[in-house]
């Protein structure tokens, strides 16, 4: 069973359109979740954490996260070409030990924003 | 406030050789990890240096080995060199304590060819 899941995508979205991205993830007593976004070529760049149930909203971007169905999502609002990445999601996994702060990565969603 | 810094940006190496690549984390950070990211992949652990101990590894063989200096800049040293670590190389650093004690924060990454 795969630890941390995304669909890879593309994901092509409309400009000012509503970006959806999900993520699944195995470990149920996982505490820690983290969205990075990374163009092509590029380091990945921390956008969102998020540590408890319910949403965060910074700008553009609300984090959802869903400890009970295990399932974080990214919603990016008025999509903008720049806009265009692709999205990792990154969970502190439980099974990682207490006091770990080992990232465990998804593949990663492919978001294209059309102009 | 200088972000995380990496060296060299791209190797070229052949098989079999060593390799050292080198981090400075973020100012106010004491903690170094290391992931590696293969194309179209998300980024893998491989391991989390503090107070100049690694302080958790990934499923990375002992080729791989790291340093953390008491400047907490931090190096990963690869020995043996296969085709199949090449890759991108990634240095992530973060703060032991605080709220946000779990955000991780890239560098710019190192891109090692093998040959």
């Known amino acids: 069973q795969k630890e941390v899941e995304q669909n890879s995508g593309p994901l092509s979205v409309p400009e000012g359109a509503i970006a959806s991205l999900n993520c699944t993830y195995s470990?149920?007593?996982?505490?820690?979740f983290f969205w990075y976004r990374q163009y092509s070529g590029k380091s990945p760049e921390l956008i969102m954490s998020?540590?408890?149930?319910g949403d965060k909203e910074d700008g553009r971007f609300t984090a959802q996260l869903n400890k009970a169905s295990q399932y974080v999502s990214l919603l990016i609002r008025d999509s903008q070409p720049s806009d265009s990445a692709t999205y990792l999601c990154?969970?502190?996994?439980?099974?990682?030990?207490?006091?770990?702060?080992?990232?465990?990565f998804g593949k990663g969603t492919k978001l294209s924003v059309i102009p | 406030d200088a972000g995380v810094t990496q060296s060299p940006t791209h190797l070229i190496k052949t098989r079999g050789q060593q390799v050292t690549l080198r981090c400075s984390p973020k100012?106010?950070?004491?903690?170094v990890s290391w992931y590696q990211q293969a194309l179209g992949q998300g980024p893998q652990f491989i391991f989390q240096?503090?107070?100049?101990?690694?302080?958790q590894r990934g499923n990375f063989p002992d080729r791989f080995s790291g340093h953390q200096f008491p400047n907490y800049s931090s190096e990963l040293n690869v020995n043996a060199l296969l085709l199949g670590d090449s890759a991108l190389y990634l240095c992530?650093?973060?703060?032991?304590?605080?709220?946000?004690?779990?955000?991780?924060?890239f560098g710019p990454g190192t891109r090692l060819t093998v040959t």
């Open positions: 992530a650093s973060s703060s032991i304590t605080g709220t946000l004690a779990r955000e991780q924060y």
């Open positions: 470990d149920r007593g996982s505490q820690s």
């Open positions: 998020i540590y408890s149930n």
């Open positions: 990154a969970v502190n996994l439980a099974y990682s030990g207490a006091g770990s702060y080992q990232l465990t």
């Open positions: 100012s106010g950070h004491d903690t």
């Open positions: 240096y503090y107070e100049e101990e690694e302080r």
